[in-house]
């Protein structure tokens, strides 16, 4: 499946994984969802592989793609 | 924690049918789309409401092009027609009907002739002979150039007047005039001055594709044959054929006439595809009530004006049966009768992969039963919508999300929240207070003082068990999970000793009512019998009582709230919809928790009945209206003279249930239970507390996050400088943000969830 651009966050080194003191990377990440998976690019944690999901991708596009795969 | 399975998969082929013959007979009882009682007396099928309707408006223009549609010649119809559609109307029952055809005639006299003449129609190939005149092939004639077929007409009149004044001479001269301009704009070609013989006709109709005559020609020409009168049609002769019984029937078996020339034409059999025709039977239910114009707009002259004839067309009452969507904010909100919605929720269940578009309509029914009340024929939409639910978990289809939270309560109620203990003193009692989990949730000073109460004035011990009756999971389908909890509770039942059942809430009392050999009986009913306690009170303004959806079809238990109302010297205001007819407050059906939007419309369904304050018998009832503003209390916070106060966010709902539980068992059965507490600080912002509530997130959410980070140090510092975690909580992600105050403690800003698995992907 082709990586979904809209999911790109792009850290700039603004955001900083606490337990490893390093910033977070752009980096690839997977949603998984009653057995679907998109591919996309998210802040991760370069060390521990801590992927962030900000508030507004969550309760936006995340939500309605939830939704859409709950009436399947 | 509990927790419960997601669904695996969406590319699951299972499928569990219901049966099609009862979703179509359960259908069936919607007469939403029935026509009203003149269109189904009229065998030509006039959209008389739409009709009367442009008339009453004054577009005349448009009146008359619904008009035409059934009639070619409108003004020989409206001036010849019998008019059983005025014989049907409902208002003769109350004084006069609409006149129908007057208004008709007005129409056709004063209406503007739609433009679109046939000669620039493309024409089809097929060609039709027509032979002889009269009523039948005047109307005839204009059906098949309306239908573009190519038409000769055969007659012996000289001329085209004298052709148009063959059983026309009740048209005055004006009509006759415009009838024959009409007549001239159409395209159809003419030979008269024809000796109607045999033979000419035998000879005549060899050229032309389908072959029809008058009904004068064909009893004149062939006396033997026969015609078969639904199809106007000789078999034998292969001739299209009619009668002129009058006005109306010539002009209905014309359009019969011209549907079998249509059909021949393309070689197809005259009997397939008719339709329904002629004359209905409708069972439209019609609401008299408002029916206010009962008196039939005088004529000043021979026939209606434009404005007498717009007057008289707006008496019509539009016959419709809107009852089930007057009353509940559902259907409204849907704007679809139940027959339609019906049907599309079950094809929704029929669908093995691909998108169920309506889930969400299925689960924002609050399954209350007021349109099976308020419908003249009892249709049951929250049967349709349960069942509906049912066999989508039966077959995996059925989304976890709408659900959850509330099914999640229901496992928090019974099981750390839950509580099944004899009165002290007894091993077994002859009765248990079974509150319900919203009047632990929201009024636990109120459960705690009618339990005290019902522990004193009762003899034989009086059980206590606090907990969920089911109503949570059979309302969400799960009929499996159902089944456990009725189980579970029939188990606890028994450890007391299978005692009489007092329930707290009318939803419980119905739930509880499908176990059987339970003893159930309200609380309301024991309290008129025992009286009732001191330090009651009434409410000091008139009140709104609002019935439970729970007590629909329970005279009994609506008559005895009214009785402790009254006694509690509380004076009630009517209201409309109240007893059996109540709408539901939007908690019902776990609507709430499907779709706050729908939710949010049957709450102010209820609260739009009255300015006054509202009394009901069911916790959430008295939740909801509390939220949206209103004065709202239960009928035991009046008894008991307590006050439940500001309705409580989702958390302190479960933190009541546990502090109830608590509280008791130290005081009256001397344990000491376990309490979680936390080593740290914990505090919220008030935007956090509103966000949690909106988004269903609860303190236990925001502990299990703040406990992960303490424990394995997982967080990430965002550009505003504070810190998020996340923790995987059963089928979700809680995403807290928050700071770490100097004196040690915590403060959430904000929190967030999603049900989606994140993972860091290699490559």
């Known amino acids: 499946m082709a990586e979904k651009n809209y999911y790109t966050i792009d850290p700039q080194g603004k955001l900083q994984c606490m337990k490893c003191g390093v910033p977070l990377v752009k980096g690839k990440a997977k949603f998984m969802y009653l057995d679907n998976g998109f591919p996309v690019e998210l802040p991760v944690c370069p060390v521990c592989g801590f992927v962030y999901v900000p508030e507004a991708l969550a309760l936006g596009k995340v939500a309605s793609v939830e939704r859409a795969l709950e009436d399947k | ?763």
């Open chain 2, 1 to 763: 924690m509990a927790q419960i399975q997601e669904r695996g998969s969406t590319h699951v082929y299972k499928v569990r049918k219901i049966s099609k013959e009862e979703m179509e007979q359960m259908v069936a009882r919607c007469v939403y789309e029935h026509p009203p009682f003149c269109s189904a007396a009229c065998p030509l099928k006039l959209d008389v409401r739409a009709f009367l309707d442009a008339a009453a408006a004054g577009n005349f223009k448009k009146a008359l092009q619904l008009y035409e549609k059934i009639a070619p010649f409108p003004l020989v119809l409206a001036m010849g027609c019998e008019a059983p559609c005025e014989k049907a109307c409902r208002l003769n029952e109350l004084g006069d009907g609409v006149a129908i055809r007057a208004v008709e005639e007005a129409v056709s006299r004063f209406g503007q002739i739609s433009k679109l003449g046939g000669v620039f129609r493309t024409k089809k190939r097929k060609t039709v002979a027509l032979f002889g005149s009269g009523l039948f092939a005047l109307f005839l004639a204009g059906e098949i150039e309306k239908k573009a077929y190519p038409l000769t007409v055969f007659c012996a009149e000289p001329d085209l007047e004298s052709f148009l004044h063959s059983e026309t001479g009740f048209l005055d001269e004006a009509a006759f005039t415009a009838e024959l301009k009409r007549l001239k704009g159409k395209d159809i070609q003419f030979e008269f001055g024809c000796a109607l013989t045999k033979d000419f006709l035998e000879e005549k109709r060899a050229a032309f594709d389908v072959a029809c005559c008058s009904a004068e020609v064909f009893a004149r020409l062939y006396p033997e044959a026969v015609c078969d009168p639904a199809l106007m049609f000789c078999e034998s002769l292969k001739l299209v054929t009619g009668t002129s019984a009058g006005v109306l029937d010539a002009s209905f078996g014309a359009k019969k006439a011209a549907l079998t020339v249509d059909r021949l034409a393309q070689n197809l059999d005259p009997n397939n595809m008719r339709g329904n025709e002629g004359a209905v039977e409708s069972r439209l239910y019609t609401d008299l009530s408002e029916a206010t114009k009962l008196t039939r707009v005088p004529m000043e002259g021979a026939g209606y004006t434009e404005a007498e004839a717009a007057a008289e067309a707006g008496r019509c009452i539009r016959c419709h049966c809107e009852e089930c969507l007057k009353s509940c904010a559902y259907l409204k909100h849907y704007k679809k009768h139940p027959g339609l919605l019906s049907k599309e929720i079950y094809n929704n269940t029929q669908i093995i992969m691909g998108d169920h578009p309506l889930n969400k309509p299925m689960n924002s029914c609050s399954l209350c039963g007021q349109c099976t009340v308020v419908c003249p024929n009892g249709f049951d939409m929250a049967r349709v919508c349960h069942e509906a639910r049912q066999n989508m978990v039966s077959t995996d289809k059925m989304p976890l999300a709408p659900h959850e939270f509330a099914l999640l309560d229901m496992l928090f109620s019974n099981n750390e929240a839950f509580l099944s203990r004899p009165q002290p003193g007894f091993e077994t009692c002859k009765y248990v207070f079974f509150p319900g989990c919203q009047a632990t949730a929201i009024a636990p000073e109120t459960v705690k003082a009618a339990y005290l109460d019902l522990c004193t004035r009762l003899e034989g011990g009086v059980a206590l068990m606090l907990g969920c009756c089911g109503a949570i999971c059979d309302w969400a389908g799960r009929y499996e999970m159902q089944e456990q909890t009725n189980e579970f509770l029939d188990r606890e039942l028994a450890k007391l000793g299978d005692p009489i059942v007092i329930a707290g809430c009318p939803s419980c009392k119905k739930e509880l009512a499908g176990h059987e050999g339970l003893k159930l009986v309200g609380i309301w009913d024991l309290l008129l019998e025992l009286g009732l306690p001191e330090g009651g009170h009434g409410l000091e303004r008139p009140a709104a009582m609002h019935d439970s959806c729970g007590a629909r079809g329970d005279a009994e238990t609506q008559k005895a709230i009214r009785e402790i109302a009254k006694r509690l010297g509380c004076e009630l205001t009517d209201t409309p919809y109240s007893g059996d007819r109540s709408p539901c407050c939007g908690y019902g059906g776990l609507a709430a928790y499907a779709n706050r939007e729908v939710a949010a419309e049957m709450t102010e369904k209820c609260l739009e009945r009255s300015d006054a304050p509202y009394i009901s018998y069911c916790m959430a009832c008295r939740d909801r209206f509390a939220r949206q503003g209103r004065e709202s209390r239960h009928i035991l916070e009046l008894v008991y003279g307590t006050d439940a106060g500001d309705p409580p966010d989702i958390s302190e709902k479960r933190y009541n249930r546990l502090s109830l539980k608590n509280e008791l068992l130290r005081e009256l059965w001397l344990e000491e239970p376990r309490e979680m507490k936390l080593d740290y600080e914990l505090r919220y912002t008030d935007e956090a507390r509103r966000m949690m509530d909106e988004r269903m997130i609860l303190t236990d959410d925001v502990i299990a996050v703040l406990d992960g980070v303490r424990a394995d140090g997982e967080c990430i510092q965002d550009e505003d400088g504070l810190l998020v975690a996340r923790r995987r909580v059963g089928n979700a992600t809680f995403w807290v943000k928050f700071s770490r105050e100097g004196d040690g403690s915590y403060l959430v800003h904000r929190a967030w969830s999603h049900r989606m698995k994140v993972v860091k992907r290699e490559g």
